[in-house]
């Protein structure tokens, strides 16, 4: 018998559990004009910039090739499942994160709205980074040497220290505060290079999936190339053999450290783009019987690939750096260091640097384009899904406003403060919210609405039930994983103290004698400094937003929910007491 037929003797009024069907999908959704498409803009969203200039650093720092071990094991037991399940999610539900949870249960439509959150905040700093590297591809296009491969006449301080790319960086791509709480003036060249980034972005993405799923072809496949041909040159340069050989030489110690362990499952983590809703949208236009599971898998084993190869990129180049200059591999860091200081070190000292540069940080422009479609893709799919009349509008409007709306947050990211702001949201503003929203995601999906439901509507799709491995890992794995991450972030900023910042203190005489130091010194560029009050309560804003939308949206739903039950229950008693 249907839950909803009546039972002899019972009221006709009954109260709907207000639930959603999960194969419900809105008539004339876009789709993906080939399957190939579908995997290329997977695999361009998940593999970006942090593959070449985050993972390499890690290797580097925790154990060399013994980090290996942790990164792969986390890969099975979180990567995967992970992406699968929201590859499986977005392909059942058809709709984007919001509407995807709530077909789960809807009191967790608010998982979604968080994720939407997470994808705002990330987008509209993610293409400042963007906007530094067109500074620099656009500076590599020179016939003489490149404009960081030696120091101006008049900084004293940058020849005697013999670090020109730094110097460029701080005082002439930058021109950086020296406090975060100086915001100074405008860098007219980073305001048009940011403009340019988000004009790329808008018409790349301008009719959702239907032109990015075109662009793709492109961006997606044409940085593999690149990649290949710099690993070619890399390992033939003097000193790409110690390079390597630093970057795989185990050292087992390392993997006693529970602190490797816990870096390996956050840079799977944030590898793979997990929780943003990225990949939940771009599967909800996939046809109902693609491989869903088998995607998610090929997708995380190139992604980590992938990374693995760009460390022989980088570390080749960082070794022929080593063999010129003589620089310690242990000066190196991670980010912003690593890409516009020690790689263009390197390049700068290659013969026909400039077209090496040119090479290269368009390698990292379209790296970055790829994942910040996926950001903005999965942020335009739930707008579209939870406001109905932005489907009246036409495409390019409603990609056009959220384009300009980001365009305009990012502006401050191009004054001379700009970098102290990137540097506060990507360190502080993404990192608990997400390992939250992948533990609620996991959770309304195993435990909610049931893992063997979730499983068996899977395999109506695709012909076949994801196996134990994958049970087991939504059910237990992934959640406990997760949960220690989290555990472990606070106690280690519990340990840690008060946030601390990189502050920038200049390159001159008079900053080496405020440090202390004689003006004959090596100078220190930047140092640790305590965040401002006001700074540590915007981070303390930052996490708390998103998350509260999680239980933000239950309240909401479990009042609305009370108050129909009541409303309907007093309908029907004065239905049955003959009162209507």
């Known amino acids: 018998?249907?839950?909803?037929?009546?039972?002899?003797?019972?009221?006709?009024?009954?109260?709907?559990?207000?639930?959603?069907?999960?194969?419900?999908?809105?008539?004339?959704?876009?789709?993906?004009?080939?399957?190939?498409?579908?995997m290329l803009a997977l695999i361009g969203y998940a593999v970006g910039i942090g593959n070449l200039w985050r993972f390499p650093y890690l290797c580097h720092r925790y154990g060399g090739g013994s980090f290996l071990i942790p990164y792969i094991i986390m890969l099975?037991?979180?990567?995967?499942?992970?992406?699968?399940?929201?590859?499986?999610?977005?392909?059942?539900?058809?709709?984007?994160?919001?509407?995807?949870?709530?077909a789960m249960h809807p009191a967790f439509r608010g998982i979604g709205?968080?994720?939407?959150?997470?994808?705002?905040?990330?987008?509209?700093?993610?293409?400042?980074?963007?906007?530094?590297?067109?500074?620099?591809?656009?500076?590599?296009?020179?016939?003489?040497?490149?404009?960081?491969?030696?120091?101006?006449?008049?900084?004293?301080?940058?020849?005697?220290?013999?670090?020109?790319?730094?110097?460029?960086w701080y005082f002439e791509a930058l021109k950086a505060s020296n406090d975060i709480t100086v915001i100074g003036g405008i860098d007219w060249y980073l305001f048009g290079t940011l403009i340019v980034a988000w004009i790329v972005c808008f018409l790349c993405m301008c009719k959702g999936v239907e032109s990015s799923g075109k662009v793709v072809y492109f961006t997606a496949t044409?940085?593999?190339?690149?990649?290949?041909?710099?690993?070619?040159?890399?390992?033939?340069?003097?000193?790409?053999?110690?390079?390597?050989?630093?970057?795989?030489?185990?050292?087992w110690e390392h993997l006693a450290d529970p602190t490797v362990w816990r870096t390996a499952a956050t840079q799977i983590f944030y590898s793979l783009g997990i929780a943003f809703g990225s990949v939940v949208a771009y599967s909800s236009y996939n046809k109902k019987e693609n491989d869903c599971i088998r995607d998610g898998i090929v997708v995380t084993l190139i992604n980590c690939g992938t990374s693995i190869f760009g460390g022989f990129v980088i570390f080749s180049l960082l070794g022929y750096r080593a063999h010129k200059t003589n620089?310690?591999?242990?000066?190196?860091?991670?980010?912003?260091?690593?890409?516009?200081?020690?790689?263009?070190?390197?390049?700068?000292?290659?013969?026909?640097?400039?077209?090496?540069?040119?090479?290269f940080f368009f390698m990292l422009f379209l790296l970055g384009l790829d994942s910040q479609f996926g950001m903005l893709e999965s942020l335009l799919t739930s707008l579209k899904d939870e406001v109905?009349?932005?489907?009246?509008?036409?495409?390019?409007?409603?990609?056009?406003?959220?384009?300009?709306?980001?365009?305009?947050?990012?502006?401050?990211?191009?004054?001379?403060?700009?970098?102290?702001?990137?540097?506060?949201?990507?360190?502080?503003?993404?990192?608990?919210?997400?390992?939250?929203?992948?533990?609620?995601?996991?959770?309304?999906?195993?435990?909610?609405?049931?893992?063997?439901?979730?499983?068996?509507?899977?395999?109506?799709?695709?012909?076949?039930?994801?196996?134990?491995?994958?049970?087991?890992?939504?059910?237990?794995?992934?959640?406990?994983?997760i949960v220690v991450l989290i555990l472990s972030g606070i106690i280690l900023s519990i340990i840690d103290g008060y946030p601390l910042y990189d502050k920038f203190v200049g390159c001159d005489n008079d900053t080496l004698v405020e440090?202390?130091?004689?003006?004959?010194?090596?100078?220190?560029?930047?140092?640790?400094?305590?965040?401002?009050?006001?700074?540590?309560?915007?981070?303390?804003?930052?996490?708390?937003?998103?998350?509260?939308?999680?239980?933000?949206?239950?309240?909401?739903?479990?009042?609305?929910?009370?108050?129909?039950?009541?409303?309907?229950?007093?309908?029907?008693?004065?239905?049955?007491?003959?009162?209507?």
């Open 327 to 359: 620089v310690d591999f242990d000066e190196l860091k991670s980010g912003p260091g690593l890409a516009f200081i020690a790689i263009t070190d390197a390049i700068s000292e290659m013969s026909v640097g400039p077209l090496w540069s040119v090479l």
């Open 1 to 38: 018998m249907s839950s909803y037929e009546k039972v002899p003797g019972e009221s006709d009024c009954k109260v709907d559990p207000q639930t959603e069907d999960v194969e419900a999908s809105p008539e004339g959704r876009d789709s993906w004009g080939a399957k190939t498409e579908y």
């Open 222 to 251: 044409f940085p593999y190339l690149l990649l290949v041909v710099l690993f070619f040159r890399g390992v033939t340069l003097p000193g790409a053999k110690e390079g390597v050989l630093y970057y795989l030489t185990p050292k």
């Open 388 to 481: 109905d009349f932005l489907n009246k509008i036409r495409k390019e409007f409603v990609s056009g406003g959220i384009c300009l709306v980001l365009c305009i947050l990012a502006i401050p990211m191009s004054f001379q403060g700009g970098l102290y702001i990137v540097d506060l949201l990507d360190m502080w503003s993404l990192s608990y919210p997400l390992l939250i929203v992948a533990f609620f995601e996991i959770i309304v999906v195993s435990w909610v609405y049931g893992v063997e439901r979730f499983c068996s509507a899977i395999k109506d799709m695709i012909g076949y039930a994801p196996n134990i491995y994958f049970k087991l890992c939504w059910l237990i794995v992934c959640p406990l994983v």
């Open 515 to 580: 440090q202390g130091l004689p003006p004959e010194a090596n100078p220190t560029w930047v140092v640790k400094d305590q965040y401002p009050g006001v700074f540590v309560v915007l981070i303390v804003l930052l996490n708390a937003f998103s998350c509260l939308m999680i239980p933000g949206y239950m309240i909401y739903y479990l009042k609305d929910k009370i108050l129909n039950i009541t409303s309907n229950r007093s309908i029907c008693s004065d239905h049955d007491n003959g009162e209507l």
């Open 76 to 102: 099975i037991l979180l990567g995967i499942p992970l992406f699968c399940l929201e590859t499986s999610l977005g392909q059942l539900t058809k709709k984007g994160a919001p509407g995807s949870f709530a």
């Open 113 to 168: 709205f968080a994720a939407m959150v997470l994808d705002l905040i990330c987008s509209f700093y993610y293409n400042s980074i963007i906007m530094w590297i067109l500074r620099y591809f656009f500076s590599s296009f020179t016939t003489g040497s490149l404009p960081w491969s030696s120091c101006p006449d008049d900084a004293e301080c940058c020849v005697h220290s013999d670090n020109s790319t730094m110097y460029y």
